[in-house]
């Protein structure tokens, strides 16, 4: 896992938003658009985009937090008093073997977080590992893949583009072959973050804030894409430069990048 947490971070560490969408800073939070679900994006392993997510939770006070870090599971055993304890909620969420990044600098999100119901979205390594390897998709998410997209076949052009998004995530070093498998679990986990943020809007009323990496944050196939039209949905993204590039988020910010060693070092 932390060998792909620095390829992802390496892979959309340079983009931008689409025409309709805008640059913002930190002191704009307090003046963002309302919105059933927000999404805020993120460059897993970079502290800059926690802190800045930490400031997001505390401005927008949702009744719910999806973690696209925790299992169900994980996220169940978070109490108000854990979030008060950093060292024992990283024992409490074995963070230290999930292969996610330092706890450290998650923890002001998890800390901002007081006062909401915290929701887990994370795809179980078996389930994505089904994906991975061509399995079927309604079996490994089950009840609601209809629902959430999983039964669809992609357009073709959006198909071709995904496995090359993958392939260069990958330092172009994954075997032709994968990429439909690899496209199959990014859309796995995908329809896992609208589910819990679905869940969460049902049972708590909303808004609800769900913390993501920025790629499951893109409104035209990412989680977003996934709800309903009804639900009103916010997608910020945080890159790390500007680019000429065209990206679907509502609103981006810019921030220093990570301080990370070359992602692709390990294939050469």
């Known amino acids: 896992m932390k060998q792909s947490v620095a390829l992802m971070a390496f892979a959309v560490s340079v983009i931008t938003g689409s025409a309709g969408a805008e640059e913002i800073f930190v002191a704009d939070f307090g003046d963002l ?3 059933q679900v927000v999404f805020l994006g993120e460059v897993h392993d970079n502290p800059h985009h926690h802190d800045n997510q930490a400031a997001a939770v505390v401005a927008i006070a949702p009744t719910a937090v999806v973690f696209e870090m925790l299992t169900r599971e994980k996220a169940a055993a978070v109490t108000p008093s854990l979030l ?10 074995d963070w230290a073997n999930t292969g996610w990044p330092d706890f450290e600098i998650y923890y002001p999100v998890f800390a901002a977080s007081a006062g909401a119901e915290i929701y887990g979205a ?11 390897m061509g399995e079927d998709l309604a079996e490994a998410f089950g009840e609601g893949a209809e629902r959430f997209g999983l039964l669809a076949k992609l357009p073709e052009a959006q198909q071709e583009e995904r496995e090359a998004k993958q ?6 070093a994954l075997p032709a072959e994968m990429l439909p498998g690899m496209v199959l679990a990014q859309r796995l986990r995908d329809a896992s973050l609208a589910r819990a943020a679905m869940s969460a809007l049902a ?23 996934l ?9 910020i ?21 990570a301080e990370r060693e070359d992602p692709c070092a390990a294939f050469k």
């Open 33 to 35: 658009p309302q919105a």
């Open 84 to 93: 008060k304890d950093p060292a024992q909620l990283a024992t409490e969420l």
């Open 122 to 132: 994370q795809v179980p390594r078996a389930a994505a590992r089904a994906a991975v």
């Open 167 to 172: 392939m260069a995530a990958h330092c172009d």
């Open 203 to 225: 049972e708590t009323g909303g808004p609800v804030v769900v913390i993501t990496g920025n790629g499951h944050a893109r409104t035209d196939w990412g989680a977003p894409a």
């Open 227 to 235: 709800l309903p039209q009804e639900v009103s949905v916010l997608s």
């Open 237 to 257: 993204a945080q890159i790390e430069a500007q680019s000429e590039g065209q990206e679907p988020f509502d609103k981006w910010l810019v921030t220093a990048a």
